[in-house]
């Protein structure tokens, strides 16, 4: 069997569900199981409801609310030929309305949008498209089965950031699907969203459909996890900043993973750690020209490549720089740097110390003044916003003589707020102004892959 998630962008109309029904239908012979996003933007559309609702403006909840039932309403209508099924997906639709009006009414009462509030509402982006994809599947002949991530996907309660409670999800996953494969029937779910042992709605972060698909294909046993999306597979750059990137054929699970936790936009980063675990690839393919050849993520990949796969980027990120008032310790100073940042769930992209002192990225979200004042009474504190993080990818090549000097060459004459050479030995990562980032990815880009 076979896992396939299609990405938002991938089902964001009926034509492009009708392309993903083919898709599916040509992997018949695979048995396959079907991961679905929610509809394009339909996730920004539920965050910017609860925010309104949050916000005491119930009139912009509800319009954004009776916006995105009409794009579902309209996908229906367009896609949907068996009576029966759009008069079922109409009532869901309608009674989807309800549930999300009365939640938006309950926060709007409580002026409060707590984490866990916030899944709820994220929730019904996926369980919608999934509900379509799953009855546009039964109305071109195939024998589809809907399938609610709540009945597997159990997790811890950390909302928007869940981590899932793997030996419950497997046992459960190894009770439902298989079953359903055996009869014949292509199971249809939710990506992105799981539950906790209570009950309550959680999310595993924005953009964690990919994670479900592998964690699914991770727990069956899948021959191959495929990741559908807008785009042939991984190319050498961000194509809306450099003209005719690459497209890279092959990636380990450490490339793939270090590309996409410093800012390549083709994966979640978590992805690769089922997969990795059970030496299954990953496939990164096109739901617009299914006929392409996509990325192929594994562990063992053709010799002779170059050794930079890729050059990516991240902006929105800050330098926190750290100087101890009293050197009683290292130790000490560092224990309560690591408790502040945990305590905030600021995450530590990268981190550099010199004697005492520490330098850290953060994204600039987490970079928040209150870090600072809670670290007043121990260090000297300066945080540095506006800036972007440059990296350079590619399997042991810190090893590969003349790579750090032809990075360093790209950045050229820049200031450098922070410099990693050497922590990871599949990449090279600066911190420079965000106004010059672009600027820097193409010099970076025409220095590996055009010189």
């Known amino acids: 069997m076979i896992t396939m998630k299609f990405g938002g962008t991938s089902i964001q109309d009926a034509d492009a569900i009708t392309r993903v029904t083919g898709i599916v239908r040509a992997s018949l012979p695979k048995s396959p199981v079907v991961v679905i996003s929610a509809i394009a933007q339909a996730t920004n559309a539920l965050e910017k409801i609860g925010k309104s609702a949050g916000e005491g403006n119930a009139a912009a909840a509800k319009e954004e609310i009776d916006t995105l039932l009409r794009r579902h309403i309209t996908i229906v209508n367009r896609l949907i030929r068996t009576e029966g099924l759009k008069k079922d997906l109409a009532e869901y639709i309608a009674e989807t309305g309800v549930s999300l009006n009365n939640l938006a009414s309950g926060v709007e009462m409580l002026r409060e949008l707590t ?15 999934s509900r379509i994809v799953a009855a546009a599947l039964v109305d071109t002949g195939i024998s589809a089965q809907w399938l609610d991530s709540k009945d597997f996907l159990v997790t811890d309660d ?38 906790t042992v209570s009950g309550h709605r959680t999310t595993m972060g924005r953009e964690s459909s990919d994670y479900t698909g592998s964690l699914i294909g991770g727990a069956l046993g899948a021959e191959a996890i ?30 793939a993973y270090e590309l996409t936790y410093f800012g ?22 096109n739901s617009l020209d299914p006929s392409l050849e996509g990325t192929r993520v594994s562990t063992v990949i053709p010799g002779g490549g170059p050794a930079v796969k890729s050059v990516t980027y991240r902006k929105d990120v800050s330098v926190l720089t750290l100087t101890p008032m009293k050197r009683h310790g290292q130790y000490i100073f560092w224990e309560h740097i690591y408790g502040v940042l945990t305590e905030r769930r600021a995450e530590a992209l990268l981190m550099n110390t010199a004697e005492y ?16 004042e809670a670290l007043k009474d121990v260090c000297h504190a300066e945080i540095r916003p506006g800036k972007a ?8 090549m810190v090893n590969v003589c003349g790579v750090p000097e032809r990075f360093l060459r790209a950045v050229g004459s820049r200031p450098v707020y922070f410099l990693s050479l050497g922590a990871s030995p599949n990449s090279l990562a600066a911190v420079i102004d965000a106004e010059v980032i672009e600027e820097t990815v193409r010099r970076a880009h025409a220095e590996f892959f055009t010189r």
Request: proline share 8%.
């Open 357 to 372: 002192r520490v330098a850290i990225v953060l994204k600039s979200a987490d970079a928040s003044e209150d870090i600072r």
């Open 226 to 255: 495929e990741i559908w999306t807008d785009v042939t597979g991984v190319l050498t750059a961000d194509p809306r900043i450099v003209e005719n990137p690459i497209q890279v054929k092959h990636l380990t699970f450490a490339e």
């Open 158 to 195: 950390n909302f928007n950031r869940a981590r899932p409670i793997m030996h419950i999800v497997e046992e459960r996953l190894l009770k439902i699907v298989p079953p359903l494969l055996k009869a014949g029937k292509v199971p249809v779910t939710q990506g992105f969203i799981g539950v």
């Open 389 to 396: 993080l440059l990296c350079a990818v590619g399997e042991n």
């Open 264 to 285: 390549a936009k083709v994966l979640h980063p978590s992805t690769m750690h089922p997969a990795e675990a059970r030496n299954i690839p990953i496939d990164i393919l």
């Open 115 to 129: 984490p866990r509030t916030m899944d709820a509402f994220y929730s019904f982006g996926e369980l919608l498209s």
